[in-house]
């Protein structure tokens, strides 16, 4: 089981972005996913998660401006970023808390993708 992250890139403060990410693999069930940041010196931070037939969570910096939203059907969770500042500059994770299936069942995983970078100019 994998995760695949995708849309980082340039944008300027004031424009849009969307980040993607999909779990691939022998997956069960994903309880839920969402985005970490570490921007240049600073510690990994939560930026939004969303729960399988449950509730978002957003970071206070990025409430009114970030929108996190899921296709469960193909296992993907999306990250719009809208009116991005210069401190929004940083390396995304994508994360999910997923049951993976087994010979004998399934078993919790904890994943991370690899970082997408997220560049905001002004």
């Excluded at 570490?38 to 969570?57: F, Y």
């Amino acid at each position: 089981v994998q995760l695949q992250a995708f849309g980082g890139g340039l944008v300027q403060t004031g424009g849009s972005l969307r980040l993607s990410c999909s779990a691939s693999g022998s997956i069960r069930y994903i309880n839920k996913m969402g985005w970490y940041r570490q921007g240049p010196g600073k510690q990994r931070e939560l930026v939004a998660t969303i729960t399988t037939g449950g509730p978002t969570n957003y970071a206070d910096s990025v409430k009114g401006r970030f929108t996190i939203s899921g296709d469960n059907a193909k296992n993907t969770v999306y990250l719009q970023i809208d009116s991005p500042k210069d401190e929004d500059t940083a390396v995304y994770y994508c994360h999910a808390d997923l049951l993976v299936t087994t010979t004998y069942g399934a078993r919790r995983e904890i994943l991370w993708g690899r970082g997408t970078k997220v560049t905001v100019s002004s």
